[in-house]
């Protein structure tokens, strides 16, 4: 498929490691992609679901100790330790070369290795990237195949250059004592061994779009990002975009396909998704930010998707899908997971693929008793998603009015509040946080600090990452306005007071409002919160303007108790927090002092 000695030299080195029986290049065609669905039928590797119910749609079970992402095993190799971060694991480059290549030593022996080249961003677009990878394994293809944009025009458009991600891929004995997800950002490197789990071996996913590519940002002067993208349009037809980033958990699919409140889609309002997980963001010639989401599909969670929830997910589904560690309902050979309805299968395979009682399921032991584990997964196209923007495919990207960061807290931070400016909005991202929760392991409402959604996945020093904020701020003349939202502040009793999902929209309306300068707000020690008349709420029975004016405070006492935790986890980061931030910091206890 090419004559790029670049490409040819490192894929025979790799060859030269694994020892494959054959190698096969994977050129994006149909024809390609249903012989290697029907040779993972024929081994057990992949289940074909009910055709007419789920057209091309399969089930997948990895093995039961590799199920997750593992952040533990996760390393960031750079040749100082330090531009790593404290946050990163790391292992000197040299080190983790030697160790992981007795791993590799002969792991493809009897197996063909498959070679993926693929594209993040439209292929030719500005934004775009290439990569590579190799692996032994067809699940990894056909997800890739969904994810990234794959195919000879990928390696039509690099051409000569030696300018593409290697990744190398083995799933060799899924040993969880001996698994390595590894990144060499001074080298364009990925390595994973012992995983098949997709969040550990998709390599176009974490690990390039946003481990390597925030490290590729900061270099080349743009940002690789932990946020959805999603357009809203008006009944003018006028279509603005916000990004968004939040910790796991708290609602980010649900916010990037979110259905509009009956209030709304009655007066002609829509909202398009562009991206549910990652954007990549550049200055445009206009002075703006523009943002694409380098994907091709969704890797989305699948125990708690139903058609309340995210009914545009779960028609995503429907055809052209894989399911990992789902239920597999044996009298309709269908799928189904915890909270998708009502009526769990009677006759079903849990996701270990053993024989499932639904009456014995316990909140309590949902790995050992649910049909579906808590984290599978379904790898849907995007282009299935009834609310797909028609500007997934550009090539300029679309023009961000605001950034938005959230967290999950109970009483401190409020239902939304605007930041001063670009260096008070990068504050506001660095101290995101979320509090565990009851279905957490461990203590109820711990602090968990997670800036612009990035702990596992900076691919350098978060200090220097907070520092790159900065310093893009200003690269921008027309920068987009930056909020912090929280959908889930509660009352004495633990219920959350914002009914959420589409009614999130209200909040949305009052940040483009904003923007715009159609409204006011009301100064606080912590940025500008809206006059509680002004977020709409007609139509919703429980929340009055009491209720809102209760979302709306800030409890200075909670705030200052916050920034002695604040303070700690920047120590935790280490130096290179920028001097900027402690101002902010700074700022924000005078303020609440006053």
Request: glycine share 8%; net charge negative; with cysteine.
């Amino acid at each position: 498929m090419t004559t790029n000695k670049h490409v040819l030299s490192w894929i025979e080195e790799m060859s030269s490691l694994v020892s494959p029986e054959k190698i096969v290049w994977i050129d994006g065609s149909e024809e390609q992609a249903n012989d290697l669905r029907a040779q993972a039928c024929a081994t057990g590797e992949l289940v074909a679901l009910n055709q007419e119910e789920y057209p091309n749609c399969y089930l997948h079970r990895t093995a039961i100790n590799d199920v997750a992402r593992v952040e533990n095993r996760t390393f960031i190799c750079t040749r100082n330790k330090e531009d790593a971060g404290t946050i990163n694991h790391w292992m000197d480059p040299t080190e983790c070369y030697a160790k992981l290549s007795k791993l590799y030593k002969n792991s493809y022996r009897g197996k063909t290795m498959y070679v993926i080249p693929y594209s993040m961003g439209v292929v030719g677009s500005d934004f775009a990237k290439i990569g590579i990878e190799l692996t032994d394994s067809i699940y990894v293809v056909l997800n890739m195949l969904i994810m990234t944009r794959v195919g000879k025009n990928v390696i039509d458009a690099l051409g000569d250059s030696a300018d593409f991600v290697k990744g190398l891929h083995a799933v060799a004995d899924c040993d969880e004592e001996n698994r390595y997800i590894c990144h060499f950002p001074e080298d364009n490197t990925i390595w994973s061994v012992n995983s098949g789990y997709g969040g550990n071996v998709l390599l176009g996913k974490k690990c390039f779009a946003l481990r390597i590519a925030s490290y590729l940002g900061r270099k080349e002067g743009w940002m690789a990002e932990h946020m959805l993208i999603l357009g809203l349009e008006n009944p003018q037809g006028e279509v603005q975009y916000i990004a968004a980033a939040f910790p796991s958990a708290c609602g980010k699919t649900n916010l990037a396909m979110l259905i509009p409140p009956e209030i709304y889609k009655k007066a002609g309002y829509k909202v398009w998704t562009v991206g549910d997980d990652i954007a990549w963001i550049r200055v445009g010639e206009d002075g703006r930010l523009y943002a694409v989401n380098p994907e091709n599909g969704f890797f989305g969670v699948a125990p708690g998707t139903n058609e309340h929830s995210n009914y545009n997910a779960l028609m995503t589904t429907k055809r052209d899908c894989i399911f990992t560690n789902v239920c597999h309902d044996l009298d309709n050979n269908t799928v189904w997971w915890e909270d998708l309805n009502d009526n769990p299968p009677t006759n079903a395979l849990n996701w270990r693929g053993e024989k499932w009682d639904y009456k014995a399921y316990n909140k309590a032991d949902k790995v050992g008793t649910a049909g579906a584990h808590p984290n599978s997964r379904f790898t849907a196209k995007a282009e299935n998603c009834p609310c797909i923007s028609s500007e997934f495919n550009s090539l300029k990207g679309v023009p961000l009015t605001a950034i938005i960061f959230g967290g999950r807290r109970a009483k401190t931070a409020p239902l939304v509040y605007q930041s001063r400016d670009w260096q008070h909005g990068t504050f506001v991202g660095s101290i995101m946080a979320s509090e565990t929760t009851a279905a957490a392991a461990g203590k109820v409402g711990v602090v968990r600090r997670d800036p612009m959604a990035m702990r596992p996945f900076v691919g350098y020093d978060m200090g220097d990452y907070f520092e790159h904020w900065l310093n893009m701020g200003k690269k921008i003349a027309n920068p987009p306005k930056i909020f912090h939202v929280n959908w889930f502040r509660t009352d004495d009793a633990g219920h959350f007071i914002w009914p959420g999902f589409g009614d999130n929209m209200r909040v949305l309306m009052w940040i483009l409002a904003r923007c715009a300068g159609e409204v006011e707000a009301v100064e606080t020690p912590i940025g500008f919160v809206p006059k509680a008349e002004d977020i709409n709420i007609e139509g919703l029975a429980d929340v009055n303007l009491d209720t809102v004016r209760d979302l709306l405070t800030v409890d200075k006492k909670s705030w200052l108790e916050d920034v002695e935790n604040i303070k700690e986890f920047y120590a935790q980061i280490g130096g290179r927090v920028p001097a900027a931030l402690y101002d902010e910091l700074a700022t924000l206890e005078a303020n609440l002092n006053k």
